[in-house]
Nanobody
């Protein structure tokens, strides 16, 4: 059974850090582009960070550049999101996504993990 399981969310004070993890089961992430999205209350889901399957190329939404870092460990079938200098506007549910294009296109989502930045 294909599954993405996020963990590491929680409540943190402004300026603090969290590290989100996304473990995959039922498939191998090495061929997949892996991303983190987030959705705040009343807002649309937005792409936060993406890491390519080959070369480990990364891209980020402007609002998190210099503060967040996405990485992957294919051996552990896991992708991470290191979040530093957190701000209240980072509060959202964070979702992990795995995408494979081409003939065997596949698109998988996790259930999400809540991140709340508040004093």
């Amino acid at each position: 059974q294909v599954q993405l399981a996020e963990s590491g969310g929680g409540l943190v004070q402004p300026g603090g850090s969290l590290r989100l993890s996304c473990g995959a089961s039922g498939f191998t992430i090495s061929r997949y582009s892996m991303s983190w999205y987030r959705q705040a209350p009343g807002k649309e889901r937005e792409l936060v960070a993406r890491i390519s399957s080959v070369g480990g190329y990364t891209n980020y939404v402007d609002s998190v550049k210099g503060r967040f870092s996405i990485s992957r460990d294919n051996a552990k079938n896991t992708v991470y999101l290191q979040m530093n200098s957190l701000k209240p506007e980072d509060t959202a549910v964070y979702y992990c996504n795995a995408f494979l294009g081409g003939v065997y296109q596949s698109n998988y989502w996790g259930q999400g993990t809540q991140v709340t930045v508040s004093s």
